[in-house]
């Protein structure tokens, strides 16, 4: 499986343009990798979405100029603060994509493992940050941020989600 800057683009485009017919569609997938997914691949594809995450934001979080002044380096900190978190992520997508047709039951209970806490240490960071963003912001728009964070957050798991094959189908793929 393949992951490019272009599907990366789409992830976001399609995810915001699709309906829940189309969406629901789209997991029904259950395609297996064809190629080995590249650390070039993942790069590019986490700089893109780490771009679309921003314009996004910027485009629906409506702040007065004085709380764009204070917001922004709020949010560069927190983005830099979750990459930190994403990298162990992408590094579990690779592994999972580049093992898949040789994955065992040991090493399947540890990527559900790791990914489990992936999330739980993604959740607490929106929480460490809840006091901070409210320091910068009034309640209202400091909520809508984190409502807009979770949500294209969920996006993209879904969209990636929806490119990774079921595990339990490995045995179809011929290595």
């Known amino acids: 499986m393949k992951i490019t800057t272009a599907v990366a683009a789409l992830l976001l485009a399609a995810s915001f343009a699709s309906s829940p017919a189309q969406a629901q569609a789209g997991n029904a997938s259950l395609d297996m990798p064809t190629e080995p997914l590249s650390a070039a691949d993942l790069e590019g ?6 771009s679309s995450r921003k314009q996004i934001m910027a ?7 004085e709380e764009a002044t204070r917001f922004w380096p709020v949010y560069d900190q927190y983005q830099a603060d979750l990459t930190t978190i994403k990298d162990d992520q992408y590094a579990l997508i690779a592994e999972y994509a580049n093992g898949f047709g040789r994955i065992d039951d040991a090493t399947a209970t540890a990527i559900i493992t790791r990914w489990l806490d992936i999330d739980v240490r ?3 960071l929106r929480a460490r940050y809840v006091p901070i963003v409210g320091r910068v912001l009034p309640g209202v728009k400091a909520t809508t941020f984190f409502q807009i964070d979770r949500r294209v957050s969920m996006l993209i798991d879904q969209r990636i989600g929806s490119l990774l094959p079921v595990l339990q189908f490995q045995s179809q793929v011929a290595r």
């Open 45 to 50: 594809l986490r700089a893109e979405l780490r």
């Open 59 to 65: 485009q629906n979080l409506l702040l007065t100029p």
């Open 122 to 124: 993604t959740a607490a």
